[in-house]
Antibody, heavy 121, light 107 residues
Framework: QVQLVQSGGEVKKPGASVKVSCKTS????????IMWLRQAHGQGLEWMGW????????HYAQSLQDRVTVTSDSSTSTVFMELTSLTSNDTAVYYC??????????????WGQGTLVTVSS | EIVLTQSPGTLSLTPGERATLTCRAN???????LGWYQQRPGQAPRLLIY???TRATGIPDRFSGSGSGKDFTLTISRLEAEDFALYYC????????FGGGTKVEIK
């Protein structure tokens, strides 16, 4: 079955960077994209960036494009999201989600379990 | 940017009742590219509906989506215990935005 398994929770200091992984299985990696989203406690969902499993093309939310980088390793069907210059406002649960189709704006039909990133001094 | 407003904020119902959740956009959603997700506490969102009315794989037929243009509805025909959760709408016709959510709670 389709699975997206994310790396474990992280605690970071302000100004640091974090890199979260999302290992996919159960489907053809190159046929789907992966979107990264985040959710602060008690808040709604915010999209961050997307990568194509087919050609590695990326697309980022304008509000985060200077700080977020999404990469992939097709040999292991794993996608990574790195966020730099962390502040307390980045404390959230980060999700990867599978996106059918060839572009970033889509529905998301399978999700990782979420990774809590806590930014605290 | 398309802003999605969900109402009501909280819906208090009993098991077996019908739930009607509304998602209104400030401009027409291109192609009716509108999805609905369910999120239980401590879990990731789960896709229920895409394309405004198409049920995702494995979603029970008590969930149905309708609407077009600016106004969309998620209906749960007969609430079961596991349906008490948070529900989000999402549009993907013009960039990507999510609504603020509707909580369906046990009355």
């Amino acid at each position: 079955q389709v699975q997206l398994v994310q790396s474990g929770g992280e605690v970071k200091k302000p100004g640091a960077s974090v890199k979260v992984s999302c290992k996919t299985s159960g489907y053809l990696f190159t046929a789907y994209g992966i979107m990264w989203l985040r959710q602060a406690h008690g808040q709604g969902l915010e999209w961050m960036g997307w990568i194509s499993g087919y050609n590695g093309k990326t697309h980022y939310a304008q509000s985060l494009q200077d700080r977020v980088t999404v990469t992939s390793d097709s040999s292991t069907s794993t996608v990574f999201m790195e966020l730099t210059s962390l502040t307390s406002n980045d404390t959230a649960v980060y999700y990867c989600a599978r996106a059918p189709g060839g572009g970033p704006y889509n529905w998301y039909d399978a999700w990782g379990q979420g990774t809590l990133v806590t930014v605290s001094s | 940017e398309i802003v999605l407003t969900q109402s009501p904020g909280t819906l208090s119902l009993t098991p077996g009742e019908r739930a009607t959740l509304t998602c209104r956009a400030n401009q027409s959603v291109s192609g009716n590219y509108l999805g609905w997700y369910q999120q239980r506490p401590g879990q990731a969102p789960r896709l229920l509906i895409y394309g405004a009315f198409t049920r995702a794989t494995g979603i029970p037929d008590r969930f149905s989506g309708s609407g077009s243009g600016k106004d969309f509805t998620l209906t749960i025909s007969r609430l079961e215990a596991e349906d008490f959760a948070l529900y989000y709408c999402q549009q993907y016709g013009s960039s990507l935005t999510f609504g603020g959510g509707t909580k369906v709670e046990i009355k």
